[in-house]
């Protein structure tokens, strides 16, 4: 069965700082992988998605980026927080290849982020 | 407007009652629609898939989807305190944009 793992779970970070967030999957091979924010009370928004290695569509612009550097591990970066950035970050997948609408996508755990 | 609109709640229930969430959306392109559950402090975990008008049943709960009126519905039967969490609807065009759009979530709370 697949697996997707966040870490860490939650960070507590000074504005300015950089920021890497890591995000795995496991039991599948060349998912759709996805980074939302949701903050308090709101619903998830699209920071990124790609569909393969090094192939990153950003939704938003904004202070953060995105890479894909192997087949299952996406990491969200930043080179300096905002106070702006705080909030919870999902990743998720969905099964890659699949034409139109039939990608359900599956949630990680989170990271709760807080700037400082 | 927002594309897809969502009550937050909160919704507070005894327990064995009957619970229907609820979610509007203005894009007639949405073709397929999602619920997930969220507890707090947690990741989304997917609930219901359908992607055609009418009713798809899986153990205690129902999703029901109007395309002609842009409404979409989930029923809880027989509510339990565990089903506290916050419910949130997504959707998404069979072509375009790979993002779900989600609702902001509805809040349900279960009284034992």
């Known amino acids: 069965s697949q697996t997707i793992h966040q870490w860490p779970a939650t960070l507590v970070q000074p504005v300015g700082s950089p920021l890497s967030l890591e995000c795995t999957v496991e039991g599948t091979s060349n998912p759709n992988l996805y980074w939302y924010r949701q903050a308090a009370g709101r619903g998830l928004q699209l920071l990124f998605y790609s569909v393969g290695i090094g192939q990153i569509s950003s939704e938003v612009p904004q202070n953060l980026s995105a890479s894909r550097p192997q087949d299952r591990q996406f990491i969200l970066s930043s080179k300096k927080l905002l106070l702006s950035d705080s909030g919870f970050y999902l990743c998720?997948?969905?099964?890659?290849?699949?034409?139109?609408?039939?990608?359900?996508?599956?949630f990680g755990p989170g990271t709760r982020l807080l700037v400082l | 407007q927002k594309e897809v609109e969502q009550d937050p709640g909160p919704l507070s229930v005894p327990e064995g009652a009957i619970v229907s969430l609820n979610c509007t959306y203005s894009n007639s392109a949405f073709q397929y629609f999602m619920w997930y559950r969220q507890y707090s402090r947690k990741g989304p975990e997917l609930l219901m898939y359908?992607?055609?008008?009418g009713n798809k049943e899986d153990g205690r709960f129902t999703a029901q989807v109007d395309k002609s009126s842009k409404y979409i519905s989930l029923f809880i039967r027989d509510s339990q305190p565990s089903d506290s969490a916050t419910y949130l609807c997504?959707?998404?065009?069979?072509?375009?944009?790979?993002?779900?759009?989600f609702g902001s979530g509805t809040r349900l709370q279960v009284q034992p």
């Open positions: 997504a959707m998404r065009s069979y072509t375009g944009r790979r993002a779900l759009t």
């Open positions: 359908t992607y055609s008008s």
């Open positions: 998720a997948w969905s099964i890659g290849g699949l034409a139109g609408g039939q990608e359900t996508q599956y």
